[in-house]
């Protein structure tokens, strides 16, 4: 029962992964701009380097946090 539990848990995580990379390169192609997949509290965050930039300065993420680490630990990156 808990191996099904954990199946169904991974599956969920996977779908919602591969729907943010879908709206990642959708609104790259629509754009034209460079976007970011970032996992965030308990889901995936699509967000393009400007939006990224006004949340860091606006105290959305910790302090210490800067575009250069968001990429570092982004999921998927387009363009």
């Known amino acids: 029962m808990v191996k099904l539990f ?3 848990k ?3 995580i996977e779908r919602k ?3 943010a ?4 390169d ?3 192609k629509k754009t034209d701009a460079r976007f970011l997949v970032l996992r965030y509290k308990s889901g995936f965050l699509v967000k393009s ?3 990224l930039k006004a ?3 606006d105290g959305y993420f ?3 946090f800067d575009i250069q680490t968001a990429e570092k630990i982004a999921v998927y990156k387009t363009k």
């Open 6 to 8: 954990i199946r169904i």
């Open 10 to 12: 991974h599956w969920y």
């Open 17 to 19: 992964l591969k729907n």
């Open 21 to 24: 990379i879908k709206k990642a």
């Open 26 to 28: 959708w609104l790259c």
């Open 49 to 51: 380097k400007k939006q």
């Open 55 to 57: 949340l860091i300065k």
């Open 62 to 64: 910790v302090k210490g």
